[in-house]
């Protein structure tokens, strides 16, 4: 699937179906792309419950454009909705990392979506809370070795994004939001998932995933503690 921005950047997307009147819309993390081992995973395990579209974020896989660290993503997501929107009747959005931080603000600002969900989103940005101490890191970089990845095309001159998660996640309201986080996330900390829970409002489910890594790592390293409860969010807020 091709879908054009409306500053003329070709953004593409592999649309899994299986006839649903819903679909989940899948935003990956930075240096992440949309036909990787991780993401190929969730979606067919998630193709029960609803059609998924994973995309390939500017600057990323297949897509043309270079990333602009949050300016210009949340709303190439948006315009993705509100286009599959005309092609299903329910739409949920599932966010990893910076794909969260996309999904968060698209949500808040362009409502296109019926359910939310965001694993490992950081609250805002440039937040030195890093845990290079701790196990995750060590855990992380065995499977960071093993990771199919893509040249990335990022901006030469980033601007600051001008919202964050942190700022509009009182808005989604009364959208559903689920928040999943990796206990042993070393690069965006835990208190980065409490301090989006306190911040939203209902409803709103909070998952701290035990020994849990940083975004698409859970789904490397043990995808069922993840899958679990996005299945449930999922099935119960876009099933007819």
């Keep these: 699937m091709r879908f054009t921005t409306p500053d003329g950047v070709t953004l593409h997307a592999t649309v899994r179906t299986r006839g649903h009147d819903r ?26 419950l609803a059609d998924v579209v994973t995309l390939d974020v500017r600057g990323h896989g297949d897509s043309g454009g270079a990333f602009s660290f949050g300016r210009r993503e949340p709303g190439d997501v948006a315009g993705l909705g509100a286009h599959l929107r005309d092609r299903y009747r329910r739409l949920g959005a599932l966010g990893f990392s910076f794909g969260g931080f996309h999904c968060a603000v698209a949500a808040a600002e362009f409502r296109p979506f019926d359910a939310v969900a965001l694993v490992g989103t950081p ?35 980033p601007a600051l994004p001008r919202l964050d998660p942190g700022r509009v996640i009182h808005r989604l309201a009364p959208t559903p939001l689920l ?18 829970y306190a911040r939203a409002g209902e409803p709103r489910e909070l998952v701290l995933v ?17 899958l679990a409860p996005l299945r449930a969010f999922f099935g119960r807020h876009l099933a007819p």
């Design 179 to 196: 928040v999943v986080h990796g206990c042993d996330d070393w690069l965006v900390s835990p208190a980065h998932a409490r301090r989006l």
């Design 23 to 48: 679909a989940i819309l899948v935003v990956p993390g930075i240096f992440t792309h949309r036909d990787c081992r991780e993401h190929r995973l969730l979606a067919e395990r998630l193709l029960d």
């Design 123 to 157: 609250s805002r940005l440039f937040i030195l809370d890093h845990n290079l101490l701790g196990r995750g890191l060590a855990r992380s970089l065995r499977l960071a070795v093993r990771r199919e990845r893509r040249l990335t095309r990022l901006s030469p001159l």
């Design 210 to 226: 035990p020994r849990g890594l940083h975004a698409e790592y859970i789904l490397a390293d043990d995808p069922e503690p993840l």
